[in-house]
């Protein structure tokens, strides 16, 4: 039994990997959400629709890291994984939040709440995509 959550856990891996192995984006942007997140329920549609969505997949990465529940950890883990930011993201339980990474260094450039306006989400990405 264990064998096989072993073997279909490193199937799941390899989708992942596979899926974002060709990061050419300017920045990634993670967005840490919550079914539970009050901040995230009012927002995170309309965030995702109308500001994120307005990018180009050569300027922005966008993951969903879901903190809802043990299993939808444990299939973003994989996503982080897959684009090396598991690290960066270790114990980050902060919800309603995008938080945003140069794929190439790996390292955090920003972080910005889902609750801002479209306009003000919008101006910081651009600000730090120039």
Same mark, same amino acid.
């Given at each position: 039994? #264990?064998?096989?959550?072993?073997?279909?856990?490193?199937?799941? !891996?390899?989708?992942? &990997?596979?899926?974002? !192995?060709?990061?050419?984006?300017? /920045? /990634?942007?993670? /967005?840490?959400?919550?079914?539970?997140?009050? *901040?995230? +329920?009012?927002?995170?549609?309309?965030?995702?629709?109308?500001? &994120?969505?307005?990018?180009?997949?050569?300027?922005?990465?966008?993951?969903?890291?879901?903190?809802?529940? @043990? +299993?939808?950890?444990?299939?973003?883990?994989? #996503? &982080?994984?897959?684009?090396?930011?598991?690290?960066?993201? +270790?114990?980050?339980?902060? *919800?309603? =939040?995008?938080?945003?990474?140069?794929? @190439? $260094?790996? @390292?955090?450039?920003?972080?910005? !709440?889902?609750?801002?306006?479209?306009?003000? =989400? @919008? $101006?910081?990405?651009?600000?730090?995509?120039?």
């Amino acid at each position: 039994m #264990k064998l096989s959550k072993i073997k279909f856990g490193l199937f799941l !891996s390899f989708l992942v &990997l596979s899926s974002f !192995s060709n990061l050419n984006a300017q /920045v /990634v942007a993670v /967005v840490n959400q919550a079914d539970w997140c009050p *901040t995230c +329920k009012a927002n995170g549609p309309r965030v995702s629709k109308e500001v &994120l969505a307005t990018f180009g997949s050569d300027q922005i990465t966008v993951i969903e890291n879901d903190l809802s529940n @043990k +299993k939808t950890k444990e299939e973003s883990k994989l #996503k &982080l994984v897959a684009i090396g930011l598991e690290e960066q993201l +270790k114990g980050n339980k902060t *919800t309603g =939040i995008i938080i945003l990474f140069d794929p @190439k $260094t790996k @390292k955090e450039i920003g972080r910005i !709440s889902v609750a801002k306006t479209n306009d003000e =989400i @919008k $101006t910081f990405i651009i600000g730090l995509l120039n």
